[in-house]
């Protein structure tokens, strides 16, 4: 079984500050994680993925993500922050495993972030 | 590639009436989920399809609900009776699953706004 559970359901931030979304997994395999990002009224898009390389990932628009294991961990974080930058953003937990049958993501309840100009 | 295809992008329809969502999958993928969205709710899981099989259809509301995958490019959830409380957004997700892909990474649509009055 998995799951995922995000800490904060709402964070806000001023322009120019850092961002900081974080995520706890619990997986029973190896698992991949992602963060997903959804702009208001438009669908999910992947801003990052961890599969089994490098724990610090790296996605698009300067977001940045580390896997660390013994924190069952995968917080999201930006440097600074942009007035664009405010959405909801999921973290998802999928089985590793690359079999038949395990290709469901179980996605958290988002975190809504607001950026303050 | 277009990415995945939805439509109608937004349905209107009145209670007790007939409602189908079309989706086209990412060309070449074999995995097709449909989820639904609201806000109280959050993102839930309908149904998926691995190579046009129904895998998984634990997350369909009742009877009312149905979905087809007749080919790999084509996939319809239909809804009939449609009533009020399926008022929603409705995405279409495909993915690359099992050993041909490096993760469940998965492609959404722009989501299908179903209003039933």
């Known amino acids: 079984a998995q799951s995922v559970t995000q800490l904060d359901s709402h964070v806000s931030v001023s322009e120019g500050t850092p961002v900081l979304l974080r995520c706890n997994y619990s997986?029973?395999?190896?698992?991949?994680l992602f963060w997903y990002v959804q702009h208001p009224n438009k669908g999910l898009q992947l801003l990052l993925k961890?599969?089994?390389?490098?724990?610090l990932v790296k996605g698009i628009n300067g977001f940045e993500a580390e896997f660390k294991k013994s924190e069952t961990s995968f917080h999201l974080t930006k440097p600074s922050a942009h007035m664009s930058d405010a959405a909801e953003y999921f973290c998802?937990?999928?089985?590793?495993?690359?079999?038949?049958?395990?290709?469901?993501?179980?996605f958290g309840t988002g975190t809504r972030l607001t950026i303050i100009p | 590639d277009a990415g995945v295809i939805q439509s109608p992008r937004h349905e209107v329809t009145e209670m007790g009436q007939e409602v189908t969502l079309r989706c086209k999958p990412i060309s070449g993928h074999n995995s097709l989920f449909w989820y639904r969205q609201t806000m109280m709710r959050g993102l839930e899981l309908l149904i998926y399809?691995?190579?046009?099989?129904?895998?998984?259809d634990s997350g369909m509301p009742e009877d009312r609900f149905s979905a087809k995958m007749p080919n790999a490019s084509f996939s319809t959830l239909k809804i009939q009776p449609s009533e009020p409380r399926d008022s929603a957004v409705y995405f279409c997700?495909?993915?690359?699953?099992?050993?041909?892909?490096?993760?469940?990474?998965?492609?959404f649509g722009p989501g299908t706004r179903l209003t039933v009055l």
């Open positions: 961890y599969t089994s390389a490098a724990t």
């Open positions: 399809f691995n190579n046009n099989v129904p895998i998984d």
């Open positions: 997700a495909s993915s690359l699953s099992g050993l041909a892909g490096d993760s469940n990474e998965q492609f």
């Open positions: 998802v937990v999928s089985d590793r495993r690359r079999d038949f049958g395990n290709e469901k993501l179980t």
């Open positions: 997986s029973s395999y190896s698992p991949s």
